[in-house]
């Protein structure tokens, strides 16, 4: 069973446009939520991550946004750039152990 | 700088062969890990080791195997390859709780 969903599996924003993509988990013992951002050839780097005991976290043009009451969490990158095109992956683990991960998102950004 | 060194970029093996993956971490992390990348199911977890000598199955053990005889190496070994399990191998370390860190992969096909 899929513990963490992820949408859209692909996504293809403009230059300086909004990135939103989406998780939902089932398993409310989860306690740490990342984001890995994965470029072709590459293994997925982290990129950003949040606990639930706060509804978000900014770093620079990246933000996640996350609703407790609803088990979703979600990646909001700002001033979408071309350099931003990468294939990325939420994940949840409890205690911060062993990551669950989402499907995966592939995002283009258009010039 | 962390590195997660992955022994082979790509790997051709024929069906019923024993293959050997290969990870080495230079980061004296207690965790590693062993995942699997396929399109629309992103990263699922096959084994994982938080100690020397120790392992626990993930999510998707059938058909695999590990070994770790020294802190910094972890293996996964294939008994039987087999063409289901053509993908490609992520093997990531991590002190508990913090961030995970990659390596760039092993895509492996088995004809």
């Known amino acids: 069973q899929q513990q963490v969903k992820q949408s859209p599996q692909s996504l293809i924003v403009q230059k300086g446009g909004i990135s939103i993509i989406n998780c939902a988990y089932e398993?409310?013992?989860?306690?740490?939520f990342p984001w890995y951002q994965q470029f072709p050839g590459k293994g997925p780097a982290l990129l950003i991550a949040i606990r639930p005991d706060v509804s978000e976290k900014k770093e620079g043009r990246f933000t996640i946004s996350f609703n407790k009451s609803a088990k979703q969490f979600s990646l909001h990158i700002m001033d979408s750039q071309p350099g931003d095109s990468a294939t990325y992956f939420c994940a949840a683990s409890k205690g911060a152990q062993k990551l669950v991960f989402g499907q995966g998102t592939r995002l283009t950004i258009n010039p | 700088d962390v590195k997660v060194t992955q022994s082979s970029r790509y790997l051709v093996k024929r069906t019923g062969e024993k293959v050997f993956l290969e990870c080495v971490q230079d980061m004296d992390h207690e965790n590693m890990f062993w995942y699997r990348q396929d399109p629309g199911l992103g990263l699922r977890l096959i084994y994982f080791?938080?100690?020397?000598?120790?392992?626990e199955k993930g999510d998707i053990p059938e058909g695999y195997s590990v070994s770790r005889e020294k802190k910094e190496r972890f293996s996964l070994i294939l008994e039987s390859a087999s063409t289901n399990q053509t993908s490609m191998y992520l093997c990531?370390?991590?002190?508990?709780?913090?961030?995970?860190?990659f390596g760039a992969g092993t895509r492996l096909s088995v004809l």
């Open positions: 398993n409310t013992a989860f306690d740490y």
């Open positions: 080791s938080y100690d020397v000598k120790m392992k």
């Open positions: 990531a370390s991590s002190l508990i709780g913090l961030r995970f860190y």
